[in-house]
């Protein structure tokens, strides 16, 4: 059993953080149903669409359009003839 602080804080036992993962900085959910409050711990959703690639490469550098790539490599291709 555990108590509520006056700040609203209650210890989690260590048992369900392991059990679940949990540590310091971890995200998590609240929903009641009804007088029960459930926890559920917020994992990050994978990335998987082609669109969202830089994402997935944790790319965080400046991106170009398809017309300005287009263009350099038109520019490019002149340059070297």
Sequence with gaps: MATVSSRGEVKIPEKFLRALGIAAGTEVDFEQQGDVLVLRVVRP?????????????????????????????????????
């Design 45 to 81: 959703q994978k990335i998987s669409r082609v669109e969202e690639g830089l994402k997935i490469l944790n790319y965080t550098g400046s991106t170009v359009t398809l017309d300005e790539m287009e263009i350099a490599v038109r520019k490019g291709a002149e340059e070297s003839l």
